[in-house]
């Protein structure tokens, strides 16, 4: 008797782990040569998510031999305030990468605050000149969490040429990003969001599919080619209040090639790619006052 067929698994823990490593052996090379790759992290109130996301990324940096300050400040805080830190931290020859954590206060204008940080220190990607190198093929900072899916798919040596990529969901920080990451190297990419008709009929298109919704169960087996890979962005939580992502992902794993799990997937592998952005910061930084 054959055993049933199960994906497997990109491993996001481990792969992490690997370019944490090379983060911390780079990092080290930095302060041999007299720098200290540098992030600062705001948060703006008590978001209880927030707070623990910012926790992960100071301990991240800690653990890999980076430099972070934490700034915590009052949900009062003014949108001018809030503005005139982030001038100080593009001035500080300290601080390499910037992070703002979203969501803000509803007084004050994310967008405002997101592009008065330098495209020097985006290390979030979310600036409109970062979105904008990417767009265009030119260097910048890529956004995390996408950036991360394509070293997960990297990770695999999978080659994107010529294949149909299917990515559910376009925001500005995953969706769309992640649309363009996969154009970039040669695949055929679908994006699909709330007024796709028909998803399944996409889905089952498709070589790759990235799943980055926000709901539980988008991605059933039924909506799976056999042997596509699959890669969970959400991050929800289901009937037991365990962390899921969007895929049913023991339907799915049946019938795909590769799937991340939830946890263990793309989470860890965002925070290493800001991990990643920051020291490449750093690095330029460095060499730009010729150190
Ligand atoms: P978002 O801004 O809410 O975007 C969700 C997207 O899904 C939208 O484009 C929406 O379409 C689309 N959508 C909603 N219902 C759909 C449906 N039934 N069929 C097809 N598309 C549908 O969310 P996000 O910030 O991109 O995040 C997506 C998920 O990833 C969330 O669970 C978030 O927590 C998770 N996330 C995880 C990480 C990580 O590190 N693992 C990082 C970032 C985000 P419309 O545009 O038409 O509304």
């Known amino acids: 008797m054959t055993s049933p067929h199960t994906a497997q698994l990109i491993d996001g823990n481990a792969l992490s782990k690997q370019l944490r490593a090379d983060v911390a052996t780079r990092a080290a090379a930095l302060r041999a ?32 031999g980076l430099h972070s300050v934490l700034e915590k400040h009052a949900a009062s805080l003014s949108e001018a305030d809030l503005l005139q830190r982030i001038e100080a931290l593009n001035r500080d020859p300290s601080i390499h990468g910037i992070l703002v954590q979203l969501p803000l206060p509803a007084h004050i204008d994310a967008h405002k605050v997101i592009e008065a940080i330098s495209p020097d220190k985006d290390v979030d990607g979310f600036h409109v000149a970062s979105a904008g190198a990417l767009m265009v093929g030119q260097p910048g900072f890529w956004p995390c969490t996408p950036f991360g899916c394509m070293k997960m798919l990297e990770s695999i040596h999978y080659d ?29 990419v679908t994006i699909c969001h709330s007024a796709t ?88 930084a460095a060499s730009n006052s010729g150190r």
């Not at 978001?47 to 100071?58: D, E």
């Not at 990529?165 to 995953?174: H, P, Y």
């Not at 070589?207 to 890669?231: F, H, Q, S, W």
Request: net charge positive.
């Open 33 to 64: 040569r007299g720098v200290m790759p540098g992030l600062a992290v705001i948060l703006v109130g008590e978001n209880p998510a927030s707070q623990v996301y910012v926790r992960n990324k100071v301990k991240a940096c800690e653990d890999s």
């Open 160 to 188: 994107l040429k010529g294949k149909h990529a299917v990515v559910i969901g376009r925001s500005n920080i995953v969706g769309k990003p992640m649309a363009l990451m996969l154009l970039q190297q040669n695949a055929t």
């Open 197 to 284: 008709p028909d998803l399944k009929a996409m889905t089952l298109q498709a070589d790759v599919i990235v799943a980055a919704v926000g709901k539980r169960n988008v991605l059933t087996a039924d909506m799976v080619k056999p042997g596509a890979v699959v890669i969970d962005v959400g991050m929800n939580r289901n009937d037991e209040d365990k962390l899921c992502g969007d895929v049913d992902f023991e339907g799915v794993r049946q019938v795909a090639g590769w799937i991340t799990p939830v946890p263990g997937g793309v989470g860890p592998m965002t925070i290493t790619m800001l991990l990643v952005n920051t020291l490449q910061a750093a690095e330029r």
